[in-house]
């Protein structure tokens, strides 16, 4: 069996369509972080934790200088925005790259905090904005491996909807 090494190099991001290629500098995916309520009861042994949901997320962007165009698009909390991350997602063993495959990243929010600029004698500029995560979705060579819309209580993991029964259960 061969030993098998997967890396993402590279990157290029869209916001609501616009390529910002060469632009943006980082891209922080949203973290997913559940929540977890307590359980205790008379007659177990033991205390335990049991999933009760997801915390809110969050994305950021860095950009390698100050572009008017994100700027804008970063000035309005009022809209939503989409953004696209795309990335070769190569799979290394010992002869070499031997599969490369797409990663793609959809995330909607909004921006909720944005610099303006740092600017420093001899350095490019530099920004970033956070945004505040709705919808966020992972795909890696066309499978889904995780899709959160947390308006619409959906939750799916390889595809399987992990919240069909618990919309059901609350009549939606």
Known sequence: MAIEIAKVFNARVYIDGTDFIAKAEEVELPKLKFTFADTKALGLYGAS???????????KIRFNSTYPDFLSIASDP???????????????????????SSLKAEIRGFFKEFDSGKFKRGDSAESEATLSVLYFKLEIDGQEIVEVDTLNNIYKVNGQDKLQDYRTAIGG
């Open 49 to 59: 934790e049991l999933p009760t949901g997801i915390d809110k997320m969050e994305a």
């Open 78 to 100: 009022f809209t939503s925005r989409t953004v696209i991350v795309r990335a070769p997602y190569q799979v290394w063993t010992q002869q070499g790259v031997a599969k490369t």
